[in-house]
């Protein structure tokens, strides 16, 4: 059962690991052309649901995103994986995550300051 979970927490383990799969992406696409490359990908939204699920909502700070390699995109013939439509999409979603966490935490500061205001 979950005791509590910070939302500031959640929200800045959501934006680091934005942060590092926007890295990956860019590293994908950086190795487009290199011989035998594989593409990497981050998985995060698992490993969020199962420290939730474990009621391991008060470590949500130290949740990390994990690298893989998806094997899901064609092999070209040099044996690179790489596929930029791939990529480009997945920075898409990416942006759209970060977006909505930052907009999420500026949400809560604010909260926060209005609660402070109020109060003086």
Avoid: C, W
């Amino acid at each position: 059962m979950i005791k509590h979970i910070d939302t500031n927490q959640l929200l800045q383990a959501g934006l680091n690991a934005e942060s590092l799969r926007q890295n990956v992406i860019a590293g994908n696409i950086a190795n487009i052309a290199t011989p035998n490359y594989k593409s990497l990908s981050v998985k995060f939204e698992e490993t969020l649901a199962k420290a939730i699920e474990n009621g391991k909502g008060e470590e949500l700070s130290k949740l990390k995103g994990e690298l893989y390699t998806p094997n899901k995109t064609t092999v070209n013939s040099n044996g690179n994986d790489v596929d930029l439509d791939v990529e480009v999409s997945e920075m898409v979603k990416n942006t759209l995550r970060h977006k909505t966490y930052t907009l999420l935490l500026k949400k809560r500061y604010g909260q926060i300051r209005a609660a402070i205001n109020t109060k003086a």
